[in-house]
């Protein structure tokens, strides 16, 4: 367990509107990222970030922006939520021991109707 | 990263070894073997990781070829809660950022 909560666990939204996933740490750890995975595949990067303010974008970036203001907190935004955007979405860390190994959150399952 | 090819399902009997392999051939030699399992809708697990020196953790065994184009993930006793996906990925620790899962394989762990 390295400290990663995401939040909300479940939302259903429609189609046009704006959504913020949450995901927190409490282990000051540098490096944060954002996945999304749909039936039969494995996890596709969309953002990740190194530092405060400090992002960049993943192989699955369009129509997601993300914000880090502060250490603890990585936000994942889709602008204007779309169908195809329905995914289970997890949040991860990477460990501060140099080896780079991640951690992951719960996950948020979103649905777009 | 260099691409790994995993077979999509393997049975393991409740108390058996499962061995899990994977194929990099391709892999370079500042990347690092990592394993990832995922049960049922939960987050991926961290399982364990090894550049060319066999690992053994509190989970499991990593074992890797003298040549590095392959590896072998082992479950020494499985149980049913090792049903899972089982990832394994080639990365080097400048791009472990970008982490590239593919389909994995399914194990499944029966009585």
């Known amino acids: 367990d390295a400290g990663i909560t995401q939040s909300p666990r479940h939302k259903v939204t429609e189609t046009g509107t704006p959504v913020t996933l949450r995901c927190h740490q409490t282990?000051?750890?540098?490096?944060m990222y954002w996945y999304r995975q749909d039936p039969g595949h494995g996890l596709r990067l969309i953002h990740y970030?190194?530092?405060?303010?400090?992002?960049d974008k993943g192989e699955v970036s369009d129509g997601y922006s993300v914000s880090r203001s502060k250490t603890e907190d990585f936000l994942l935004t889709l602008e204007s939520a779309t169908s195809s955007q329905t995914s289970v979405y997890f949040c991860?860390?990477?460990?501060?021991?140099?080896?780079?190994?991640?951690?992951f959150g719960p996950g948020t399952r979103l649905t777009v109707t | 990263d260099a691409k790994t090819t995993q077979p999509p399902s393997m049975d393991c009997a409740e108390g058996r070894a499962a061995n899990l392999p994977c194929n990099h051939s391709?892999?370079?030699?500042?990347?690092?073997v990592y394993w990832y399992r995922q049960i049922h809708s939960q987050g991926p697990q961290y399982i364990i990781h090894?550049?060319?020196n066999n690992e053994t953790n509190e989970m499991a065994s990593l074992i890797i070829t003298e040549d590095r184009k392959s590896s072998t993930l082992i479950l020494p006793h499985a149980t049913l809660r090792d049903t899972a996906v089982y990832y394994c990925?080639?990365?080097?620790?400048?791009?472990?950022?970008?982490?590239?899962f593919g389909t994995g394989t399914r194990l499944q762990v029966t009585l």
């Open positions: 991860a860390i990477n460990s501060n021991r140099g080896s780079y190994e991640q951690y």
């Open positions: 282990e000051n750890h540098r490096y």
């Open positions: 970030s190194y530092g405060v303010k400090d992002t």
């Open positions: 391709t892999i370079s030699g500042n990347e690092y």
């Open positions: 090894g550049l060319k």
């Open positions: 990925i080639a990365a080097d620790t400048g791009t472990a950022s970008k982490l590239t």
